[in-house]
């Protein structure tokens, strides 16, 4: 894995990746709450369709992309339970991630 991103409708919110080495997974979710938070806290009546994490790696010396979807449907809420929720998801797998890049250092 070389690094992933947090996406919501067409907005990239905060990366996660390996630079010169060293791993800056934790830029998201310990992190991730202050990058994400920084973009979507504003407007609590603002709307969401689509929710997804994504995964760039490297294969056969190729930048691949995996694309993860946390939701994509109805528009929710950012103040919704549901939207919560599926942000907690989207967390939980970049916490995973920044796991997985520091132990391949």
Known sequence: IIGYSYIE???QYGVGRILGGA???GVLFGGVGAVVGSG???NPKRLIKNM???ITYEKNDEAKIFVVNIYKGKPLKVSSLEYKGNLENAKKLM????ILISSSN
């Open 95 to 98: 916490s995973q991630l920044d």
């Open 40 to 42: 979507m806290g504003a």
């Open 52 to 54: 997804a994490v994504e």
């Open 23 to 25: 791993a800056v997974g």
């Open 9 to 11: 409708d067409e907005k």
